[in-house]
């Protein structure tokens, strides 16, 4: 084995960042630009991986190699390891291909001990310093090391100044600290067993076995999974030597980006401590000062630093974050990395950077994350306002934007204060489809269970409404109109505020402001459009819907739900009427019903498209979702229908389902129900015809039938709507065109992809229905192992939310070979919830799909996800 | 286009089976061998296919052949259709490749009309045989092809009889039959609106029409699907020239069989009528005569009889079922076929074929349908007390078999009543997991409720005991101890009997006879495995269910059930201790409970199967399955396990799941509790080792992990199998090995079969879940669809009960391959209930599986269809 686990940063450059992370990679590359950079050694993510395959072991091999670089790092550095006349102090840092929160960051100062610790006094004449710096590695390698908690140390030090009297850490002297280490010790030894390492080497060995463990803890596993990192990367560690910035009043440290990181302006931001070391600057113990002091307080450097963050963003051609550290008047740097950015500054960065000549419009639409796009398409909370405001609870971020108006508890009053023009905030246990209404009336949805894919949160991201759920510590009496929170009563009516993309609620009034589609984001958009290949389209099932969707830039709807439109109060009564019919004329006269309503709907949703296609998808959940479960519901529905309670209660226990997932829904229906099938193609085709000489309008409705797995199931309701909808077209003096398609979302449909094709317009890979069967869990169900999957590394990623190319991928790829095969004019599309996701969006673009459709509110972030996808499948 | 679509007799083969129908073929065969068969031709299998292309019309192309035909067979015959002087009298009947009831049989008598009814009179000299065979024609002609009930007809006959004070029709004469057709043509033109039709080509074109039509009527569909035949076949239709067994006593008709179809005796069997039309021997309307009188009455004919069926069994190599005619003296044949038979006779001709030298054993194993066996495994009623008894019911043939015993409502009762020597019929409304005890001990099983698929028929059929299900005539009152079944009370300890082959119920006592599996069955079983390649081992989670597999001749048990060890009342105390658990410690307390009783089953089942792999499937079901859902069960629950009711309450409605199908179940299980996993795997080992010491027989477990989605979830539980079972054989003195292997029964599985089979020492496909995820239905909710699939010919047959070739066997056949290619050892199996099914078992065949696993009383059939399937598939 000839493999390098090792290598110097001038062994490097800012290529390398799979193999030595980010960090290492621009160390490396920054050292090869000559600037200052204290040297030493990154240790690859191919050692971490080798660390994992060996069952948590560091081999030999790679300990030989660590310490074969420790020389010739001690070579460069003219100094030694251990050595108290000169010695070798380093920092250890973890560093992934992607920067990640979670991971273990820094233990400085490694290599200190008792003995050298007498050397680092007598060479810097400062006593103080070197203890400091002592107590400080002890602590650091204890909480980070061994897991032995940072704050016992503090209590410790917080003893130490209580019987000094004294308030704060400075003014504690050298004999202080040497008393603190020896109290640390003792601590140490009493809590683990061992007296704390004084060989340097096993410090060094520990630390780095604490990075390689630190990738897998439940935080960074987390992390990753949420940001679609796999594990198999693993992370890099960084052996570099010391510098001090807390060496006296010409030493200091500090961080600073190229621009302003919250607003995107082209100006030096950042802040610095004098005396100090990188972790006061993140404690916050002293107010650090404002980056463009440091031009008063050392000129020199300050120069150096601006000309060298100059150049390190042409170099990167990108906003740069980094850290710095002087000792006694040196300036060195310790880290650069493109800077992480508000969602509003990385469109002005990048618009900038474009009118700047240093990029091109294609490096410009890659510089944007996607996601961070959805905050800029909701309101938010005004920013002076949100300062002093106190959240009272968090629940779960389940749909973005912030929200705020007054508490109701039922969807029935949220309707009617809402049409009296009040605000409200719609708060419940759970929500259930029956509540749609006062949803789509609110500004926000609090609920108290329920996760990301509960019933409120899905709904709620489909409407673009601000919504918190799983908010467990509330206490709800719906009854008695008020809940409890954080020992806070607040009744009905009075105002509440919720932030969804952070999942706080406030029990106050906080001030929105609106979102802004124009200025840079407008332009920026339009570089997206130049570029990608995939069209976008929206789920949308009401005018509303469409409205919003058509002004996120949707080019038609890839997804409307006809039964949506059936939970209206108006329309479930007729809905009802039909599912409790005995005879096919029952529900014939209930259909009739329910005809006018459709085909107004489909006339509004047309016109909002303005010629756009409308893929409409036939009645597709079971029928039981449609009856009251609760007692009294299911009397009054027998007084309304003139049946008897017995019947009533009969058809539901009759329509009662042991998996209803796998029962009788979709095309299902139709087969059971032709008459269903005929009534949606009258009103979609009517519906159309009424437009088109209202208007003029090219409607071009394509009809989408859910759930095929058979191409017989296809044939027999297409002859349904293919004979109804060609009688009314013949009838009226109109000439238009309509397609039928399938939804590709049970497994069997994939595999049997050809024979569905050679009868079929289109095909819609319904993803979550997909998901759900070739994974065999239904979403309802699995929250609750899947918890046990991620924290056992078993799933990286929620397969929901980002389609698992190996299995459900496979089945799409299949799909759409067989499919092509038969009918090359076949049209593709993706309408499942992954239709807004970037990571999937970028598969539909590998295997060749025509379009995506995502809920409006995740238009933006698909037609840009779609350009990247664009630039980066060739 | 030129297609043939007619064949004349003379044109055709015993080959031709596929185009021109088993009946065509046969009778142009036996042209071809010489025999007296009147004349005609045959409409093909492919005009039927184009008949349902062009939308139900025959069309010109056709017609114009069948009018060429209708020439050529004219001259034949030299007789004219239509010609009054020389009438064409024709016989029109369907015919497809498999012999079909259900479908339209036969219309006698074409071409007669008002005018060559005169003739035919003069021609014979005998009136009133020709208006007897003009107003049978009318008859049949109303009913077969216009769908006038023939009721009608024989309510008219009733009324001349009466009117005319004679009992038999025979005392009509010949001017009672001339107003006889008077009368049934005005009928006809009352209730049709038209005359009966008088040209005889149009009444040809009618009834070749009727053929096709009736080839998709709810009978036919009904058996196609019964026995796997597929729609697209079509059925051809038989043109044949009349001759008349009614023409006076020199003629007669009859059927006869080259051997006892009830014994396989070889001996000629059959019976005949003199004067008399082939419906009548069918009608039963005069008692027809055993053939050998034959041999008194017409010995000539009688003698050139015997010879052509000779010749034909020897022709055949079968049993032959033939009809003939006798005309003035002459024999005529008019059908020959392979002999339908039962299960008994099936093996005795089988074997006594073999021992005639006539066929070999290859062909021997080809000529027994594997599902008749299951017939010879069951008790049986004794045939002479059957005959006296009057069924006062009849459900779903559920369960095969006989059973007689008294009433018990209750599994309770049913285990106590078992408990004193007692035979116990169990009756209840559904049975529930809860009842498999009572289950066990019952002869035959009773439900009000529940399909072929129900709780009750499921458990019952993997028992092999009998049941009847979904009786919904019976009244239960459970509470009060009796019911009530076609007016009659039945109390608790009051004997019925069963039978489950029939769905017959009985309110009495019937004696039944035990099977036997000696003699010819054991002969016939012994050349089937010598021909197959397929392994064959049984699902059975019991040592009585592993004894009755291994005496079946199960080689191993493919599918251990664990959890249904669990529901025993002893069991199940320790089973929701567990489930209660709140804490692993807790869990581990009644885990170990369980530990012992698990090992004790193992190693029963171990010894009964006597060195055979058992392959042992780790907890599967959702847990919320064992928890009690009734008010009073959680409240008796919460007071054994000294837990609040609450408690219980709030556990059961946590452990609530929508799709439970889809839910935390398999391997998910081991995922969220690795301990189950530890304590089956103890078991298992420790099971094994103690049967080793003690026997020193090999015992080979295959421990078999559920519900795998992605190989990271085997990863994580074999790991704990691996660690847990190498310890404990370390630990031993035992030299012992052991497998461990997956269940594909998620489409995922099947799609990653390879990364899955690096890990994985044999997969079994789980068809009944696979089957459910692939369709994405499930097996409890389909039933209530289903059934608008098959009228609507969208299924043809059950994908529960028969592998789904086109999707469910791709993902199996990828899987094969997947699997094979990364792991040529892997061992491939199939434990779903299509284990069983001769057609399933072919598909395992054709993609190479190495066994299958079926219910115990599927065993035999199992052994049978392998062999079938080794000879068909090459």
């Not at 509003?344 to 639409?365: F, N, S």
């Amino acid at each position: 084995m000839s493999q390098k686990f090792v290598y110097l940063f001038s062994e490097g450059n800012g290529t390398m960042r799979n193999l030595l992370g980010g960090k290492g990679a621009n160390l490396a590359e920054m050292t090869n630009l000559g600037m200052p950079v204290p040297q030493g050694f990154t240790i690859t993510t191919e050692a971490c991986a080798q660390y994992y395959e060996d069952g948590e072991q560091i081999n030999n091999e790679i300990i030989g190699e660590i310490h074969e670089y420790l020389i010739k790092m001690e070579e460069i550095t003219g100094k030694k390891f251990g050595d108290a006349a000169n010695p070798l102090l380093v920092s250890v840092r973890s560093g992934a291909r992607a920067s990640m929160p979670g991971m273990m960051d820094t233990i400085l100062n490694l290599g200190i001990n008792d003995v050298v610790v007498e050397g680092v006094a007598t060479l810097t004449g400062n006593e103080r310093f070197a203890y400091d710096s002592y107590r400080r590695f002890i602590q650091m390698f204890s909480d980070v090391v061994m897991e032995l908690s940072k704050k016992n140390f503090e209590e410790i030090i917080d003893e130490m100044k209580e019987h000094k009297g004294v308030v704060d850490d400075t003014e504690l002297d050298a004999d202080d600290l040497k008393e603190m280490v020896v109290r640390f010790k003792k601590f140490y030894k009493d809590n683990l067993g061992n007296d704390f390492p004084q060989n340097p080497q096993d410090q060094l060995m520990e630390a780095v076995k604490a990075v390689f463990r630190s990738w897998n803890n439940d935080r960074a596993i987390f992390y990753r999974r949420m940001n679609d990192i796999p594990s198999s990367w693993g992370t890099a560690v960084n052996v570099q030597a010391m510098v001090f910035g807390n060496m006296g009043d010409s030493s200091g440290t500090g961080v600073a980006f190229t621009r302003d990181p919250a607003t995107g302006e082209n100006k030096l931001y950042g802040e610095f401590l004098i005396n100090a070391q990188g972790e006061d600057v993140v404690a916050g113990v002293r107010t650090p000062l404002p980056i463009s002091r440091l031009q008063e307080i050392m000129p020199e450097v300050y120069e150096q630093f601006v000309s060298i963050s100059d150049r390190l963003e042409k170099h990167y051609k990108d906003m740069q974050d980094m850290e710095f550290t002087i000792e006694n008047g040196k300036l060195y740097m310790l880290q650069t990395r493109n800077g992480k950015r508000t969602a509003a500054a990385a469109l002005k960065v990048a618009c900038d950077l474009v009118d700047e000549g240093m990029i091109d419009k294609t490096a410009a639409v890659l510089m944007v994350d996607p996601k961070q796009l959805d905050a800029l398409l909701h309101p938010q909370f005004d920013p002076d306002a949100l300062k002093a405001a106190v959240p009272s609870g968090n629940g779960l971020a389940a749909s973005p934007g912030a929200a705020c108006g007054r508490v109701v508890f039922t969807a029935d009053q949220a309707v009617k204060m809402a049409a009296t023009g009040d605000k409200v905030v719609l708060v419940r246990l759970e929500t259930s489809p029956e509540d749609i209404e006062g949803m789509h009336v609110s500004e926000g949805i609090l609920t108290a269970r329920g996760g990301m894919t509960s019933h409120a949160a899905v709904v709620a991201r489909g409407m673009g409404t601000c919504c918190v759920s799983g908010l467990g510590e509330i206490r709800i009496y719906e009854q008695d109109g008020y809940f409890e929170l954080a020992g806070k009563r607040v009744n009905g009516g009075d105002y509440i505020s919720l932030d969804g993309s952070t999942g706080n609620v406030y029990l106050e009034s906080i001030p929105t402001i609106e979102a802004s589609l124009t200025g840079d984001f407008g332009r920026f958009m339009e570089w997206a459009d130049e570029i990608r290949t995939l069209g976008v389209r929206a789920n949308a099932d009401t005018p509303t819907d469409a409205r919003q969707a058509f002004s996120f830039g949707a080019a038609g709807i890839g997804l409307c739900r006809t039964e949506h439109m059936f939970f209206d109060t108006d329309r479930i009564a007729a809905m009802r009427e039909m599912i409790l019919s005995k005879t096919e004329q029952q529900r014939r006269t209930a259909l009739a019903k329910l005809l006018p309503m459709q085909q107004g709907d489909f006339e509004a949703i047309y016109e909002e498209m303005n010629g756009f296609p409308v893929t409409i998808r036939f009645l597709d959940p079971p029928l039981h979702e449609f009856l009251p479960s609760d007692e009294n519901d299911i009397i009054s529905l027998a007084g309304e229908l003139k049946v008897s309670v017995e019947d009533v209660k009969a058809a539901v226990s009759e329509l009662h389902e042991f998996n209803p997932m796998m029962g009788h829904r979709g095309c299902r229906l139709a087969v059971s129900y032709p008459e269903i099938a005929e009534m949606q193609t009258t009103a979609v085709i009517q519906a159309a015809i009424s437009v088109i000489k209202r208007t003029g309008m090219t409607v071009s409705p394509e009809i989408m039938i859910p759930l095929i797995g058979d191409v017989k199931e296809l044939n027999y309701v297409k002859k349904i709507v293919v004979d109804t909808a060609d009688k009314i077209i013949a009838d009226s003096s109109i000439e238009m065109s309509y397609q039928v398609g399938t939804m590709i979302e049970i497994p069997r449909a994939a595999l049997t992809a050809d024979e569905i094709a050679k009868n079929a317009d289109f095909f819609s890979f319904g993803t979550n229905d997909l998901t759900q069967m070739t994974f065999g869990f239904s979403r309802d169900d699995a929250g609750k192992f899947l918890e046990d999957y991620y924290s056992k590394s078993i799933f990286e990623s929620d397969p929901f939310a980002r389609i698992d190319r190996e299995g459900v991928g496979a089945l799409m790829k299949t799909a759409v070979e067989l499919g092509r095969s038969v009918n090359p004019k076949l049209k593709l599309g993706v309408c499942g919830e992954h239709g807004g996701d970037p990571s999937s969006i970028e598969f539909c673009q590998m295997i060749g799909l025509d379009y995506v459709s995502c809920s409006p509110f995740r238009v933006p972030i698909a037609r840009l996800a779609a350009a990247q996808a664009a630039i980066n499948i060739k």
